[in-house]
């Protein structure tokens, strides 16, 4: 199945490069939830996240004939959007701290999936962009780590340090949330 | 093995990213070890938020991209390529003018070096030639043209 869709994906890319405009927009309804999905996961902000991947799609757009083949087309997507949340943030000076205030307390019954995402997104904020990123890249879209250190620009041997750091760090916060949080 | 909580190779296990013989042995102190079995249990059951497709967001992108194509860039940008293109054939122009220039100045060169021999070593040669041009020169049109 991924095989077919990497197959897909350079196939649409190849024919948007012989002047296809359609062909793009086969790329754009296939990865823009997994794009809003990284870039929400960094940044903490659903419309800036919609802003970015919107950047992202556009900016791929119009490079498309930077991509160079070494990776899928999934990963130079994902690679963009990193990128641009990342600046964002830096751009917004955000990255030290999101304010937690932000993230909308939820108002689903206790114990509920709705309860456990505010709790992580709560968690994830805490961490920094980086790391952030590399958590969100593994466990929402299943990067390997070549994948992550294309996107973050760093050595193959770093991500596995960074991750772990990452999920250490979550749990941590985790656990304090859990404590901190009353119950009703 | 020592506990592994604090190894990154605890993530590389649990993300498929070790070789082979590394990860039997991680495997198997994972199993051993309760510290490393919890944290695995735990960063495998941690909820991570979704985002679900948007049917709109193509219809945002398809504005987005025309408004961007409509900018004053873009007029430039398809000026640009024009422009390219045009001083893509400056190379090859100026390469067929200075082929002609050299054609006309050698096959001149030539007319006048051999005049000037003619009229150095056999004035009667070089009498013979002004006639003939001469006779060239006032050779009367055709009646009818062809």
């Not at chain 1, 709705?114 to 952030?132: G, I, M, N, V």
């Not at chain 2, 199993?31 to 495998?44: H, L, S, Y």
């Amino acid at each position: 199945m991924l095989g077919f869709l990497m197959d897909a994906d350079r196939d649409a890319l190849a024919r948007y490069l012989d002047g296809d405009e359609k062909a793009f927009e086969e790329l754009v309804v296939r990865y823009e939830a997994s794009v809003r999905r990284v870039a929400s996961g960094i940044v903490h902000d659903h419309a800036l996240a919609e802003d970015i991947a919107q950047e992202t799609f556009l900016t791929a757009y119009e490079k498309a004939g930077s991509y160079r083949g070494d990776g899928t087309v999934r990963s130079w997507l994902m690679s963009i959007a990193v990128r641009r949340a990342l600046d964002e943030l830096r751009r917004r000076s955000r990255q030290a701290a999101i304010p937690l205030t932000e993230l909308n307390e939820p108002t689903g019954t206790p114990h509920s999936p709705l309860e456990a995402s505010w709790e992580l997104r709560r968690a994830l904020a805490l961490l920094t962009a980086d790391s952030r990123a590399a958590l969100v890249l593994r466990e929402i879209e299943g990067s390997t780590y070549r994948e992550i250190a294309d996107a973050l620009r760093w050595p193959m041997g770093t991500v596995a340090t960074k991750l772990h750091r990452a999920r250490m760090e979550l749990r941590c916060v985790l656990a304090e949330t859990k404590d901190a949080v009353p119950k009703n | 093995m020592q506990c592994l909580k604090t190894d990154s190779r605890l993530s590389a296990w649990m993300d498929g990213e070790l070789e082979p013989g590394a990860a039997s042995d991680v495997a198997a102190h994972v199993e051993a070890c309760a510290e490393c079995a919890d944290f695995v249990d735990a960063c495998r059951s941690v909820p991570l938020p979704d985002v679900e497709p948007d049917p709109g967001f193509i219809v945002r992108f398809r504005e987005a991209r025309s408004a961007r194509t409509s900018e004053p860039l873009a007029g430039y940008l398809t000026c640009l390529k024009w422009k390219k293109l045009a001083f893509g054939l400056v190379p090859l122009a100026a390469a067929m003018l200075v082929a002609a220039i050299l054609v006309v100045s050698s096959t001149d060169g030539d007319a006048i070096q051999q005049i000037e021999l003619e009229a150095l070593g056999d004035p009667v040669a070089l009498e013979a030639g002004a006639e003939s041009v001469l006779t060239i020169a006032i050779e009367p049109f055709p009646d009818e043209l062809p």
